[in-house]
């Protein structure tokens, strides 16, 4: 199957993270290496491209599309929760420039086996590292028990049916267990009352999404990610971060206001004493959103959101 992604918010993203000849620059999430092409071009002939990537397939795609060999080009598998460790594998010395696109590629949704998308019957997988041993979709699905499997539908989810998808999950795994993405939409399907499932899109979108942010253990990632990323920029340097949908987002918010915030002393102090300098300057006030005409041309970008904060100082306080 080709590899096809096309890069949200591209322009935006490379405008604002202002890549010259001589960048060095990371693309955490490096997927099909739409956004890493163009930084790749921006950032020639001496800059370095560091891409990140847990999946395989992704990998594969991006060293087909990237100049590898004109150009310093480092290309990494690994979790960008990982990041210092990664960075300092490939002997980076500092960062000017960092993209964080989160979540899963068109080309995982569409690729039947991986179990990410509630449109194809598949097994229940939902793995970005394929190959590692890290529990699927369908382990949850088969062990949490019903209060688990709630929490998580609800919290990663916002699902307001949560508690009785759990149960309708429970009482099917009782009789077989629930092995394909097919049962599990069936089973998301009865649990949500006729008149809800006409609102909010496919009835079965937040529970997927829960499921994989559980399996890829994704909120945890992108927290420890960012807050690497913020230590490793330079001075000027730029971080970028794309979200698509509003956990993430809410992270990547508390994120840039935490570092960007200076004296925490309680009011009332004669003079300051924790000595906390910010750390960030937050470049977008508010978030990013694509163009109705990117939105046409390519749907999946609709619930994007682009934050960006430029490092201001060393963070010697934090
Ligand atoms: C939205 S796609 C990126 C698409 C890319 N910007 C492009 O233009 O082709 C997100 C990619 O990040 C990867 N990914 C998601 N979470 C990750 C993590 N914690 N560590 C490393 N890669 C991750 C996925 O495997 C996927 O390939």
């Known amino acids: 199957m080709e590899y096809r992604h ?35 071009q921006l950032i020639a002939p001496t800059g370095i491209l560091v891409g990140i990537d847990k999946d395989d397939a992704a990998l594969a795609a991006a060293a087909d599309a990237l100049p590898l060999g004109q150009q310093t080009i480092v290309l990494l598998k ?6 210092d460790d990664l960075l300092v ?28 998308s509630y449109h194809r019957d598949a097994p229940l997988d939902m ?17 949490y028990t019903e209060d688990e499997l709630a929490r998580v ?17 429970v ?4 009789r077989r267990p629930i092995t394909t993405t097919g049962e599990l939409v069936d089973l998301v399907k009865a649990a949500v009352p006729a008149a809800a499932r006409r609102e909010g899109g496919h009835p079965a979108k937040r529970t997927f999404q829960a499921l994989r942010i559980e399996v890829n253990r994704e909120l945890r990632s992108v927290e420890r990610g960012i807050e690497a990323a913020i230590r490793w920029l330079v001075p000027g340097g ?20 935490e ?20 750390v960030l300057r937050i470049v977008t006030r508010r978030p990013i959103v694509p163009s109705a005409d990117e939105v046409a041309a390519n749907p999946r970008a609709r619930s994007a959101r682009l934050r960006v904060a430029e490092k201001v100082a060393e963070a010697a306080e934090r």
């Open 6 to 40: 096309t890069p949200v918010l591209l322009a935006e993203v490379t405008q604002h993270l202002r890549l010259h000849d001589g960048s060095i620059v990371v693309d955490c999430t490096l997927g099909g290496a739409g956004h890493a092409e163009r930084a790749a």
């Open 78 to 83: 690994g979790d960008y929760g990982d990041l």
């Open 89 to 116: 594998q490939a002997r980076i010395p500092y960062v000017d420039a960092f993209l964080f696109d989160l979540g899963v590629s068109s080309f995982q949704l569409d690729e039947a086996g991986r179990g990410f």
């Open 127 to 143: 793995r970005m590292d394929a190959a590692s041993s890290q529990p699927t979709a369908a382990d949850i699905v088969n062990t």
């Open 153 to 169: 539908i609800r919290e990663y989810g916002e699902e307001r049916w949560a508690s009785r998808i759990a149960a309708f999950i």
């Open 171 to 174: 009482a099917a795994r009782a």
């Open 238 to 257: 730029r971080i970028a971060v794309i979200a698509y949908h509003s956990l993430e987002d809410r992270i990547v918010k508390r994120a840039f206001v």
């Open 259 to 278: 570092a960007s915030q200076g004296c925490m002393c309680p009011p009332g102090l004669p003079e300051c004493r924790c000595g906390r300098k910010p």
